[in-house]
């Protein structure tokens, strides 16, 4: 079964590469230079010691919202609210890091840290009950949990963090940030922090978690036939709500370390942050490997940050970069257009099952 | 001379290096009953997919009313009068049955109103003409599944279908629904239309059908006239080889009692799906469980196995009382269980076989140490699975959905007996696997008898309930109404059992018929 491991790889980037020229057809078509651009870009995201520091350092929420959105779907759920997690995250790891600064050094980051985790977790546990006890549909749940996230940040910012008449929360002490001199010497001064390590490490995690471990072997079984779970003795309740509980602490890990190395403080926001829908794209394009979502949040990561450059360096907008994500989604998700394809020119095996029953 | 309707003239059908179909020819005449024979994989679905238009021959010449045609797609297999029922119905549940059986050619008038009324004028007249029972505005999702069945045949015949392809089409069937389809058989192959099915079941073929087309890994072996055929003979040419018939029985000498049910009742919103049932299986003996499908069969092995709570009584696995226990205390205190349905049930599909294995024991130690999974274990121990079992497959890493059925089901037999049960349960065991694979499984299970094991057999099958089976429980409507000798029980007698005679109305009834 070689053919399979090779498609693993060849659906996700031929669909990149279709992204790209989707973009390039379109720059074409309103004047602008697509290689021009795309070296722009290139340039942009790769192009130095800072330009890659800010890349990976963008790389970090999206690989734990990712891994995140990557837990729920493996056992089957499909975890919206990826961006609600993320955002009660960063608001549990700032408020921590504002209101107990006298805790010392190391040990308020990891209280900051893992509260922020555990907020995110608890957000989505709330769905994962739901649906563990009264069969309540994870999609509006969470769904309807990020707005009450969104709005309750907001209030509690406005009214508790904020000063009067301002809209963000004052910077959280030095002692309690990410961001580190080595690393940022290391990249000219990007704002690269300890929290990128931190996210690789997860993603080294949870690969085990999926592959290794007893648990992981349930998920995963839960996810692709209940019934068969239900019968081989697993339990079924408890493992939906574990799944969901990880799912969110990631995600909201996602949202704790950006705000306490990015951000370093929360401030009233109109919308959702983008970067929840953002990791279920990057979950998606990985097939929800945890070393593959390395690097397609590198790739997604690199479109956002080079992206910004693009405009800066030619009459380009944007969203030309949001074209290209958009379209490669577009293509992941009608893979099934490219295995036609791929058959017609016999670059994999037939399906030999297809030959009696 | 009758009229040729379909002849298939040397099919080659490759799949990349994998020849599916090879020189295959046959032919079928107006009002004839073709049936066509073959072990699983041997390639008479792929043979069917081509003459219906869903697969295109590699070479080969198709004929139909003796001049050659190319059917390109299943739209022009339509327009020459092929019409498919398939294995699994391709019905739209919330639809009625009059709408699924116009879906797609629908009369209308100019502005696109359907004509509902005409329709089923219609259709009511050629359900009287082929006696083909049908509920037209009944909803699909409440009709059973042998009227299911009549749906489908009925869209073909609406279609001017005069070749009816089924591919095997008793497979989900009661044994009654069974009796009303060959009867449908009949009266369409008197309208003069020709039936072509797949199967691998001898009794039906001896039962209906006129011809017989062997085929074995892709070429047909040969086609016989049914009558002229005896039912081993049959059996043989289809798996290549003699069938070692039966395995001994061996007398079992020490009775421990394993399994004791005891007043059992389930309810289910409200309605008692199983009441006051008792039923005992001890060391060394198969107790089969008769009856027909949906008299508790399903609710009494969903709390046998912890799948579901009952409502009261007692389940005792030798003297430890088990009901509303867990589904691991279950499997822990050595149930093992082969479910009715191998792919939902069973298997977790794409998985690899290791891991489904595994299924049953991944938890403790060895494959399991501090919660995580020791795969170099779990992967030697599915591979002497494999080897012991004569599992098929490439290597244990390959996914379960990549086996025949036949293996598939070989995977849950080691699994379950592996785990080395004091009761061994098993729901229709053989559905849907052919003859090599049945006679396999029925000698497993002997074996596991004769070796003092305890077990269970619910099948729908009365063959095999009455071959295999030390003594026999009829149920009906949730409960045991009697037990039968299947040694000196026939079939007419256990039919009107199942039916819910009791016993002495049963003696009776034959009396009274035999006069």
Redesign the interface.
């Known amino acids: 079964?070689n053919c399979k491991k090779y498609s693993a790889l060849v659906f996700p980037l031929m669909s990149i590469v279709s992204g790209f020229v989707v973009g390039a057809i379109i720059m074409l078509v309103f004047g602008y230079d697509p290689l021009q651009n795309y070296g722009n870009l290139l340039v942009g995201s790769f192009g130095g010691a800072y330009s890659i520091g800010e890349t990976l350092r963008n790389m970090t929420p999206l690989i734990l919202t990712a891994l995140g959105f990557a837990v729920s779907s493996k056992a089957g759920f499909f975890n919206i609210g990826g961006s609600g997690q993320y955002l009660m995250g960063w608001f549990g790891a700032v408020v921590v890091a504002l209101k107990w600064s006298w805790l010392p050094g190391w040990f308020l980051i990891i209280v900051s840290i893992m509260s922020g985790a555990l907020l995110g977790g608890v957000w989505s546990a709330i769905a994962g009950l739901l649906r563990a006890y009264c069969g309540t549909s994870e999609v509006i749940t969470t769904i309807m949990l990020n707005y009450v996230a969104l709005y309750f940040v907001n209030f509690a910012v406005k009214n508790w963090l904020a000063a009067q008449g301002h809209d963000s929360s004052a910077t959280i002490t030095a002692k309690a940030s990410l961001r580190s001199p080595l690393l940022a010497s290391l990249t000219s001064n990007s704002t690269l922090h300890w929290g990128f390590i931190l996210a690789l490490l997860v993603c080294l995690i949870i690969w085990i978690y999926f592959n290794?471990?007893?648990?992981g072997?349930e998920l995963?079984?839960i996810g692709?036939?209940e019934?068969?779970?239900?019968?081989?003795?697993?339990?079924v309740r408890k493992t939906i709500i574990l799944a969901m509980l990880i799912s969110g602490i990631l995600a909201g890990l996602g949202g704790a370390l950006d705000g306490l190395g990015n951000f370093q403080n929360i401030s009233v926001s109109n919308s959702l942050p983008q970067v929840g829908y953002d990791g279920m794209a990057v979950a998606i394009l990985a097939s929800y490997n945890p070393l593959g979502i390395i690097l397609s949040s590198l790739l997604f990561s690199a479109l956002q940050i080079g992206g910004m450059s693009m405009s800066v360096y030619s009459n380009a907008p944007t969203e030309i970069v949001s074209i290209v994500t958009g379209s490669i989604i577009f293509f992941i998700a009608i893979k099934y257009a490219f295995e036609i394809i791929l058959k017609k020119y016999?670059l994999s095996?037939?399906?030999?099952?297809?030959?009696?029953? | 001379m009758v009229q040729t309707v379909v002849e298939m003239q040397h099919i080659t059908k490759k799949f990349g290096n994998l020849i599916a179909n090879n020189d295959v020819s046959l032919k079928v005449h107006q009002g004839e009953i073709l049936a066509l024979l073959g072990e699983n994989g041997a390639g008479k679905s792929t043979l069917m997919s081509i003459l219906s238009g869903l697969l295109q021959p590699t070479s080969g010449k198709i004929l139909i009313n003796d001049r050659i045609v190319s059917i390109k797609d299943p739209q022009t297999a339509k327009a020459l009068g092929i019409g498919m029922v398939h294995q699994h119905f391709m019905l739209i549940p919330a639809f009625s049955v009059l709408e699924n059986i116009i879906l797609g050619d629908e009369p209308h008038n100019y502005l696109g109103k359907i004509k509902y009324i005409q329709a089923k004028q219609i259709i009511k007249q050629m359900a009287q003409r082929y006696h083909l029972q049908l509920d037209l505005d009944a909803k699909v999702a409440d009709i059973s599944v042998g009227m299911q069945q009549r749906v489908e045949i009925m869209k073909a015949l609406y279609r001017k279908a005069d070749v009816l392809i089924f591919d095997e089409p008793t497979a989900a069937l009661t044994p009654q629904e069974i009796k009303e389809l060959m009867q449908t058989f009949r009266i369409l192959a008197s309208e003069n239309k020709a039936i072509i099915f797949i199967t691998h079941k001898i009794k039906e073929i001896k039962e209906v059908a006129d011809y017989c087309t062997i085929i074995r890994s892709g070429k047909v072996i040969e086609t016989v006239k049914v009558s002229q055929a005896g039912e081993e003979q049959l059996a043989e040419m289809m798996v290549g080889r003699k069938l070692q018939n039966n395995v001994q029985k061996q007398p079992v000498k020490q009775q421990k009692l394993i399994l004791n049910v005891k007043q059992l009742t389930v309810q289910n919103n409200g309605r008692s799906k199983i009441l006051n049932l008792n039923l005992q299986v001890h060391q060394g003996e198969i107790v089969g469980l008769a009856g027909v499908d949906g008299n508790g069969q399903e609710e009494l092995l969903a709390a046998l196995t912890g799948m579901n709570k009952v409502t009261s009584g007692s389940i005792q696995l030798n003297g430890q009382e088990l009901a509303n226990q867990s589904v691991r205390k279950f499997v822990e205190s050595k149930v093992g269980y082969v479910p009715e349905d191998r792919q939902a049930e069973g298997l977790i599909l794409s998985m690899s076989v290791a891991e489904n294995l595994a299924l049953k024991e991944y938890y403790h130690a060895p494959m399991n140490h501090r919660g995580i999974l020791n795969y170099k274990y779990i992967n030697s121990f599915a591979q002497n699975l494999v080897k012991n079992y004569g599992i098929r497959t490439q290597n244990v890493y390959e996914t379960v959905a990549s086996l025949s059925g036949g293996n598939q089901q070989k995977v849950i037999i080691a699994r379950e007996i592996q785990n080395n049960p004091d009761l061994l349960i098993a729901a229709n065991p053989t559905r849907g696997v052919d003859v090599g694979a049945i006679e396999y499984i029925h000698r497993k299970i002997i074996q596991e008898r004769n070796q003092g094991k305890g077990i269970l057999l619910v099948s729908f099958e009365l063959d095999e309930i009455l071959k295999l089976s030390d003594r026999v429980m009829v149920i009906h409507d949730g409960q045991i109404i009697g037990e039968v000798d299947p040694k000196t029980i026939t079939a007419q007698k256990l039919g009107l059992m199942m039916a819910g005679k009791k016993i002495g109305s049963v003696q009776q009834e034959v009396t009274k018929s035999e006069l």
Do not use: V
């Not at chain 1, 290794?212 to 648990?215: I, K, P, V």
């Not at chain 1, 019934?227 to 339990?235: E, I, K, P, S, T």
């Not at chain 1, 095996?349 to 029953?357: D, V």
């Open positions: 079964m290794r471990t007893r648990a072997f995963r079984s692709l036939n019934r068969a779970a239900q019968y081989a003795g697993m339990n016999k095996y037939p399906k030999f099952n297809i030959a009696g029953k």
